[in-house]
């Protein structure tokens, strides 16, 4: 089955979509793709056959996705929690991935086609080293497409990927590039593996499961949430306009939030600066009081030079995470 299906909506699915894009449409959806074993539960088919369902079904709701001008998905295909589960599931998940990026890899006109890029998100360390080699060449493949993107969280939970966002900071304390002082909340939010996607609009869950499973914690703060009913190998056309409609009725209310969040985090990142540019007046001034001009001369040039160094750093966490899977896709396999 193919990562991106071709073909049009029918008339129905169209005049719909035309309908829903007339309002204000969610740029970026994540799913938490749930329910592939009670589907085949259900069906009375093996395990593997729910969850190979369930890439199909991704294949699917990828093409209702370009269909409604929605250009960036993201879908947790595969949590760190889920190593715990039988070992002979968890090798046979590993076996599906692996076909699917190989077939990936021979899709490359059809995704060059649609401008696809696909990202990767999580610990690739975890995972079998042929997997990873797979999974580096799909992304080295994509990488420079620009229409739209998939980003595929594999290995991943949130609590790693913030701890990792912390760890990489660290990083760049160590190496000189940054101060702790430098160390923000803003800053964070671009050492996470989702640093080159806006935060979603739309976060779907499906099979009824009510909770977020430690998927994208820090990017939904101001997301809207639906949680559906349905099983996942089982969504429908009609599911996914359902949760937009949801979006739509709340979109008033999260741009709001975003903005007077972004306000904080401005607010927030001054006072940062002020109280910096306190300490320096205060150790180079001996004590004696300051005037306002040289006070708001000597934050515009702190803030300039903060602003460079953070600026280096991403600039060489970059570097090292492209190289990363420059290498990995370049690995020859015994």
Not at 31 to 42: E, H, L, T, W, Y
Not at 115 to 137: E, F, N, T, W, Y
Not at 296 to 304: C, E, K, N
């Amino acid at each position: 089955m193919s990562w991106i299906r071709e073909g049009e909506l029918n008339l129905i699915e169209r005049l719909s979509a035309n309908i829903l894009k007339a309002g204000p449409m969610p740029k970026h959806v994540a799913f938490i793709m749930d329910g592939n074993r009670r589907f085949a539960r259900k069906k009375n088919v093996e395990r593997q056959e729910g969850h190979t369902q369930g890439f199909n079904k991704l294949a699917e709701t990828l093409r209702w996705c370009l269909h409604l001008d929605i250009p960036e998905v993201t879908v947790y295909a595969f949590s760190i929690e889920n190593f715990k589960r039988a070992k002979e599931e968890v090798d046979g998940l590993m076996e599906l991935a692996k076909q699917k990026f190989v077939r990936l890899l021979g899709e490359q006109k059809n995704l060059e086609k649609h401008g696809v890029c696909i990202r990767v998100l999580g610990d690739l360390s975890m995972l079998p080293l042929d997997l990873q080699h797979h999974i580096a060449k799909a992304v080295v493949a994509t990488r420079t497409h620009n229409k739209c993107f998939l980003n595929v969280c594999f290995a991943y939970t949130s609590r790693h990927e913030i701890t990792n966002a912390v760890r990489e900071m660290a990083w760049g304390v160590e190496q000189g590039l940054i101060k702790s002082s430098d160390v923000s909340e803003a800053l964070l939010s671009e050492c996470l593996y989702s640093n080159n996607s806006p935060n979603p609009d739309l976060l779907i869950r499906t099979s009824g499961e009510v909770r977020l499973s430690d998927f994208l914690l820090w990017q939904t703060s101001h997301t809207c949430l639906v949680f559906q009913s349905v099983l996942w190998p089982e969504y429908s056309f009609w599911n996914l306009c359902e949760a937009i409609l949801q979006y739509q009725f709340n979109d008033r209310s999260i741009q709001k939030a975003r903005d007077l969040h972004r306000e904080e985090e401005v607010r927030q990142q001054l006072e940062a600066d002020c109280a910096c540019v306190a300490e320096l007046l205060q150790h180079h001034g001996n004590g004696k009081p300051v005037d306002g001009q040289r006070r708001q001369d000597t934050l515009l040039h702190y803030t300039a030079h903060r602003e460079e160094r953070v600026q280096d750093f991403l600039e060489a966490l970059k570097t090292k995470r492209d190289s990363f899977f420059t290498d990995l896709s370049s690995l020859v396999l015994a």
